[in-house]
T-cell receptor, first 108, second 118 residues
């Protein structure tokens, strides 16, 4: 089971780019790396997923080095509404195991 | 994207009563669903895996007789908290994977159910 490690919290200001790095040293060959966002009293919301290299969608980018032992979620130009907890997961054919997540606080 | 719903969104009950929470996949079929519990300021903790047509599998430390799971159809799983006590007060979230059989990479989460036991 690939355990993930993320910073507990991060602070940023509106308009800045935020990069959250996650380590998953024991990631399995079949595991994908997925990031979720969670607001208080809501279920997690899928942000982005990747296997290797770089993935980009309309809300974020995900950078995964060749060894896949870490990944970085990049949020461009964050706004106040991006204040949330972000979870990094490495999982494949099994239930998702959530780590502690990173609590991002965006200030004006 | 795929939608997973939960009902009710919040429930308040008296100690000793039972509460049923429904999880539905609205636009896809899910042979497997997952139930999580989340306490304030904490991460999601997997409670059990709900399997359509067979018994649920529970994580270590989760009492199967207290948290009854029934996966009645390919779009519905229910979690019943029996004889609820104040310590069962929590945020319960379900998820359902969509994709190739056995692939849990693409999971969709319900909005959660806030249970308060008085």
């Amino acid at each position: 089971l690939a355990k993930t490690t993320q910073p507990i919290s991060m602070d940023s200001y509106e308009g800045q780019e935020v990069n959250i790095t996650c380590s998953h040293n024991n990631i399995a060959t079949n595991d994908y790396i997925t990031w979720y966002q969670q607001f208080p009293s809501q279920g997690p919301r899928f942000i982005i997923q990747g296997y290797k290299t770089k993935v980009t969608n309309e809300v974020a980018s995900l950078f995964i080095p060749a060894d896949r032992k870490s990944s970085t979620l990049s949020l461009p130009r964050v706004s106040l509404s991006d204040t949330a907890v972000y979870y990094c997961l490495a999982a494949g054919r099994r239930a998702l195991t959530f780590g502690s997540g990173t609590r991002l606080q965006v200030q004006p | 994207g795929a939608v997973v719903s939960q009902h009710p969104s919040r429930v308040i009950c008296k100690s000793g009563t039972s509460v049923k929470i429904e999880c539905r996949s609205l636009d896809f079929q899910a042979t497997t669903m997952f139930w999580y519990r989340q306490f304030p300021k904490q991460s999601l903790m997997l409670m059990a895996t709900s399997n359509e047509g067979s018994k649920a599998t529970y994580e270590q430390g989760v009492e199967k007789d207290k948290f009854l799971i029934n996966h009645a159809s390919l779009t519905l799983s229910t979690l019943t908290v029996t004889s609820a006590h104040p310590e069962d007060s929590s945020f319960y979230i379900c998820s359902a994977p969509r994709g190739a059989s056995g692939s849990y990479n693409e999971q969709f989460f319900g909005p959660g159910t806030r249970l308060t036991v008085l």
